[in-house]
């Protein structure tokens, strides 16, 4: 099954998107977690590219584009894939359509997250996660247990360099003019689901478990 998790900033979409690799097994492709690894890495690209994601811009459609078509390549996309945070504009959502129909595939479903705009600020000023494995956790709503330690490695935990204010409400504003767009361009297509996310990450999945049965049931149980 070919997943693309869609929504705002601080919809959740990286957690959801952890909860169905483990149901699915299938690999989850982040391009945020890309770019900030390629910008640990110190690569020419992940530099290039911190440029735009640190002040909350969206980075270029060609870079973008360039990294998840190689990525879907790869031998473990074959049985399928989720795509968390790609495309985010119409130009990406329409190559992807087009590396797609090359590899002979299409997608399946659009899960569109919908959370209220005052939740969303909230979610993300509070997030920190682990720079050493990827964890998430809320400074009031999921802490660690010992402070400021992930829970998984025992490494020091971050505030995300583009979840401070200024960045967030550029953040937002960028997806209201640019990716909100490709609702429409999904909803055409009748590939959209859309997702009540507001409340727990229990309820949320149990929604998205639902969705995604319903969707194989529709594929004849393929997955
Ligand atoms: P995320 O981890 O999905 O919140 O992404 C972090 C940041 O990486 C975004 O705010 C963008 O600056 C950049 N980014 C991630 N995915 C894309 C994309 N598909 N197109 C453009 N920029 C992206």
């Not at 530099?47 to 990294?67: C, F, H, K, M, T």
């Not at 992807?96 to 595939?105: E, I, N, R, T």
């Amino acid at each position: 099954m070919i997943i693309v998790m869609f929504g705002p900033p601080g919809a959740g979409k990286g957690t959801q998107g952890a909860r169905i690799v483990q149901w699915l097994g299938i690999p989850k492709i982040s391009t945020g977690e890309m770019f900030r690894d390629l910008a640990a890495a110190g690569t020419p690209l992940g530099l290039e590219a911190r440029n735009y994601w640190s002040a909350g811009q969206l980075v270029p459609d060609e870079i973008v584009v360039g990294l998840v078509k190689e990525r879907i390549a790869a031998p473990d996309c074959r049985s399928g894939f989720i795509l968390d945070g790609f495309p985010r504009t119409v130009t990406q959502a329409e190559t992807l359509d087009g590396m797609l129909a090359g590899q002979g595939s299409a997608l399946d479903v659009v899960l569109n997250f919908e959370v209220d705009k005052q939740e969303l600020v909230r979610r993300l000023s509070g997030r920190r996660t682990c720079p050493n494995c990827g964890a998430t956790y809320h400074v009031d709503a999921l802490p660690p247990q010992r402070e400021n330690l992930c829970d998984h490695c025992g490494h020091t935990l971050a505030r995300r360099a583009d979840d401070s204010p200024e960045s967030i409400i550029t953040r937002l504003e960028e997806y209201r003019g640019k990716t909100a767009p490709l609702l429409a361009y999904y909803e055409q297509r009748g590939l959209l689901r859309t997702i009540e996310a507001n409340d727990d990450p229990d309820s949320v999945f149990g929604r998205v478990r639902q969705v995604l049965e319903e969707v194989g049931r529709g594929q004849g149980g393929r997955r």
